[in-house]
């Protein structure tokens, strides 16, 4: 018997919903019927919206999980057995996947956790035209999928095998080329860098780029397991490794991103690595932005440096982040990009150089900020060190605290706001004001975000991909931002 499937109730019953960036959960949760239905509910929501046609083609690719080939294969089945085609374009980027589908003008579906641990995974859907937004969210949150008998067993896995999926390299090839071409071929001629490959899946096509683009390249930390790295929670075996490599080679920059290669790390000659809204700057700047759209999470050095005419200030994702970028082209801004905490830098306008044009890609790419920083440096002369020292001098830090409910943190700010309301200032400042005085102004678009009136900020956020708690801190020394993280991660700790 056919079975019907309320996706909003799935999401409920999985525990695997929508957070800042698609579909996440427990691999063990993600179960083939689960992806299967979602996938199934976002053909379908693309048929609702005019945008699909009998046999369209479909993109799909994945990061280098273990649990991402059964995911894989179960979005394939969704979409054959929906009637569209499925070009498989293997373990790449999700930037390059996404870049693919922009410029083929076809849907993508790529199969990944991103930073998370291994433990988890996910499902990212773009349109023809970019990144599903929220209201696409809740678009395929209503749907109503229907199953055809017979193809689960009791625990949700398939019980015969699906279409076979034989990738080609096309996409990333083209997402290669994208850079080589936009920069002269010895652009980075005469610089010593290190990639950090770990297991991220764009490991090998960062080094055939920065090669091609003259650099002297040396691979290292290539790992055969999953490496959970967080651009914005940096694991102090990477700070240590990147500081010896920095030593041992004498790199100009160690540079590297996370699981599905869309949020760069980039270290200066020494092994430091910096902070994403810091690259995001430099990449802004040397890109000639004239308006930037960045969440409320990120470096107010933003606003201090005076590079951009407006700065949008969004919630806290990509989808945020676009939706930013988009009100700046309709105020009439002709260069607009965006960029987050983690490094991922997007694009709304086409980028030229020499007579050379960078299509807009306006979903988060961890290449275009590791090119800009580099060829900075390049261009004024300076490490990469003394380009951070021409901006005003801001410091941010994040970390977070792990296995922490999103409910219990959720309720927890509750206590301190409603909605986007404060909801009681002196409670505020009973919690943090013995540490970092009054409050000069609360923000709760996204999670609540403290503005000292010593200029010092402290921003408290549950994660929207993990059970995970956040918190960003700001000062004007970065050992002051570390200590303020700090404490507040102690405070935080006590409300479990």
Same mark, same amino acid.
Request: net charge neutral; charged share 25%; hydrophobic share 40%.
């Given at each position: ?127 023809? @035209?970019?990144?599903?937004?929220? #209201?696409?969210? /809740?678009?395929? +949150?209503?749907?109503? %999928?229907? $199953?055809?008998? =017979? &193809? ?38 005469? @610089?010593?860098?290190?990639?950090? #490959?770990?297991? /991220?899946?764009? +490991?090998?096509?960062? %080094?055939? $780029?920065?090669? =091609? &683009? ?283």
């Amino acid at each position: 018997m056919e079975e019907q499937i309320q996706i909003s109730d799935l999401m409920a019953q999985s525990g695997v919903g929508f957070g800042t960036s698609g579909a996440r959960g427990l691999a063990k949760d993600m179960t083939d019927r689960v992806c299967y239905a979602y996938t199934a509910a976002f053909i379908q929501y693309l048929e609702e919206q005019k945008e699909l046609n009998g046999k369209d083609v479909i993109a799909l690719g994945g990061d280098l999980r273990a649990s991402t080939d059964r995911i894989m294969k179960a979005a394939a089945r969704a979409v054959v057995d929906r009637g569209c085609q499925i070009r498989c374009c293997g373990r790449l980027p999700s930037p390059a996947l996404a870049c693919y589908g922009l410029l083929k003008q076809i849907p993508t579906i790529m199969v990944t956790g991103s930073h998370i641990p291994e433990d988890r995974n996910g499902i990212k859907y773009t349109r023809k @035209k970019g990144e599903i937004l929220k #209201q696409d969210e /809740a678009g395929i +949150r209503r749907q109503e %999928v229907h $199953i055809p008998p =017979g &193809l689960f067993d009791a625990k949700g896995m398939f019980v015969s095998e699906g279409p076979a999926l034989v990738p080609d390299s096309q996409a990333s090839d083209l997402y290669v080329e994208r850079y080589l071409r936009l920069f002269p071929h010895n652009a980075l001629k005469g @610089k010593r860098i290190g990639v950090y #490959q770990h297991s /991220a899946v764009g +490991r090998d096509l960062l %080094v055939r $780029i920065l090669s =091609g &683009l003259g650099a002297e390249v040396t691979a290292l930390g290539f790992s055969e397991e999953f490496v959970p790295v967080d651009t914005e929670a940096i694991r102090p075996e990477d700070v240590t490794a990147a500081k010896r490599w920095a030593e041992e080679y004498g790199f100009d920059a160690i540079v590297s991103t996370d699981g599905d290669s869309d949020r760069p790390l980039i270290s200066d000659e020494s092994g430091k690595w910096l902070r994403g809204d810091v690259a995001g700057i430099l990449c802004a700047a040397f890109l000639g932005a004239d308006a930037v759209a960045t969440p409320v999470s990120c470096n107010s050095a933003v606003e201090k440096c005076g590079l951009f005419q407006k700065v949008y200030r969004t919630r806290i994702g990509s989808p945020y982040v676009i939706e930013g970028m988009e009100q700046a082209l309709g105020d009439g801004f002709l260069r607009v990009m965006g960029y987050e905490a983690n490094g991922g830098f997007l694009t709304a306008s086409d980028i030229r150089s020499g007579g050379r044009m960078l299509t807009a890609l306006p979903t988060r790419d961890a290449v275009i900020p590791i090119i800009a920083v580099l060829l900075l440096s390049v261009q004024k002369g300076k490490p990469v060190s003394r380009l951070i020292l021409e901006l005003p001098r801001r410091f941010t830090y994040s970390d977070r605290l792990k296995n922490f409910p999103a409910e219990i943190s959720r309720a927890r700010l509750n206590e301190l706001i409603t909605g986007e309301e404060v909801r009681d200032r002196a409670a505020i400042e009973r919690v943090f004001g013995k540490y970092f005085g009054k409050a000069a102004s609360i923000d709760a678009t996204d999670g609540v975000r403290i503005t000292f009136q010593n200029e010092e900020i402290v921003h408290l956020r549950p994660s929207g991909n993990a059970p995970e708690f956040r918190c960003y801190t700001e000062a004007d020394t970065e050992t002051r931002a570390m200590e303020m993280n700090r404490i507040c991660l102690e405070i935080m700790a006590t409300w479990r």
